[in-house]
Nanobody
């Protein structure tokens, strides 16, 4: 069973950038795909990006295309979400999640981190 710990949240100014990290632990990490989600107050959870542990295919939602990237460092067991040109609409709790299924299937993510709060100030 994979365990996930996010970090890197905090207060960011509008127009700035953020980098979130998700450290994964557990056996056979290569079996998993990792994704980033976020949930703003009063809104539904949003699937942002995903990547296979062995690289290859990635997914990015329209809301982050052009300003967001997902990368992984296998040596550090870490997946990153980089987001630039942030605005107040990016304020949310950001979650890392893992699935052994398709990285594109949002409902298949069944291992979750505790989340990290990102607040964008205007």
């Amino acid at each position: 069973q994979v365990q996930l710990v996010e970090s890197g949240g905090g207060l960011v100014q509008t127009g700035g950038s953020l980098r979130l990290s998700c450290v994964a632990s557990g056996p056979t990490l290569s079996n998993y795909k990792l994704g980033w989600f976020r949930q703003a107050p009063g809104k539904e959870r949003e699937f942002l990006a995903a990547i296979g542990w062995s690289g290859g295919a990635t997914f990015r939602a329209d809301s982050v295309k052009g300003r967001g990237t997902i990368t992984r460092d296998s040596a550090k067991n870490t997946v990153y979400l980089n987001l630039s040109s942030v605005g107040p609409e990016d304020t949310a709790v950001y979650y890392c999640a893992a699935t052994e299924g398709s990285l594109y299937w949002e409902s298949g993510y069944n291992y979750w981190g505790q989340g990290t709060q990102v607040t964008v100030s205007s």
